[in-house]
């Protein structure tokens, strides 16, 4: 990749989260996705391999929004199989996953206002504030990482399993930080969620979602996927779509590409035949 410029690749983990974000010389990974068994979970099953694979040697920065196992399912994998430069999270730091660290990596606390740049390309926190940590009633979900994505090409936003609640937070503290072209949705396309306020001011072309086949919750509601139609967001499910990557650099369009259409082949079935069954 050029200086300045990004990929991201929504991974297909299942019913769960985990991206891969690259600029030139660095790697980001949000969430981990779930885990399956003792000894299996997507770190070492999928974003270990996939990062292997795309000659990405090791994890400057890991983000696991929040508690949730189809979020932080893989983290301890993933932490003992490739090297990583710190690790941030919502989880307190007496938490038992916390725990099991055993410092194998500086670790941070997601505050909103918080910045970094990797070549050229801006990171910012979001969410969580010290509202939203102090309130005790608060779901975990609410107090997901939001990561704001900047370059010169374009914006994406990664929120985590963030609710109502957060979202009318979002809104209120500065609509316009929130507008950006792809979108990751919130909590897998849930019905808690992606309230037309919300959706409105981040506008997206492209709206994201992780989730399971055919999985036991229903996501992404048929209802929550009207609202982005309504804006005229286009809609990639990692069910149907498989991965989903986008590279903003110049002179590149800013499409997604998908592993249902680029790793296809005649033996696969084709989730998309049933899309309209799915929602």
Not at 36 to 43: C, L, Q, V
Not at 51 to 59: K, Q
Request: proline content about 5%; aromatic content about 8%; some cysteine.
């Amino acid at each position: 990749l050029p200086e300045g410029a990004f990929r991201l690749t929504a991974l297909d983990v299942g019913q769960g989260l985990a991206v891969v974000i690259e600029t030139r010389h660095y790697t980001l990974v949000y969430d981990t996705g779930p885990r399956f068994t003792d000894t299996a979970d997507a770190g070492n099953r999928i974003i270990a391999p996939f990062l292997r694979a795309a000659g990405l040697p090791r994890i400057d920065g890991l983000i696991v929004s929040h508690q949730d196992i189809d979020h932080a399912g893989g983290m301890r994998s993933l932490l003992t199989t490739v090297p990583t430069g710190w690790f941030a999270s919502s989880l307190y730091a007496d938490h038992a996953i916390m725990a099991t660290l055993g410092g194998r990596v500086p670790l941070l606390g997601c505050n909103a206002g918080q910045q970094w740049t990797w070549d050229l390309v801006r990171f910012t926190m979001l969410h969580p504030t010290a509202v939203d940590y102090a309130d005790a009633r608060a779901k975990t979900n609410d107090r997901s990482c939001v990561v704001r994505i900047d370059s010169a090409f374009g914006s994406a936003l990664l929120t985590g399993d963030i609710e109502a609640i957060s979202e009318m937070r979002l809104v209120a503290r500065d609509a316009a930080a929130l507008r950006a072209q792809v979108m990751l949705v919130p909590h897998h396309g849930s019905r808690t969620s992606s309230t037309p306020a919300f959706i409105r001011a981040v506008g997206p072309t492209w709206a994201i979602v992780n989730n399971g086949y055919r999985n036991r919750f229903g996501h992404p509601r048929a209802e929550i996927m009207a609202r982005y139609r309504a804006v005229d967001s286009t809609i990639l499910r990692t069910d149907v779509d498989g991965a989903v990557s986008v590279t903003f650099a110049a002179g590149i369009p800013l499409t997604p590409v998908t592993a249902r259409k680029t790793g296809m082949r005649y033996w696969h079935d084709r989730p998309d035949l049933h899309a309209a069954a799915l929602e």
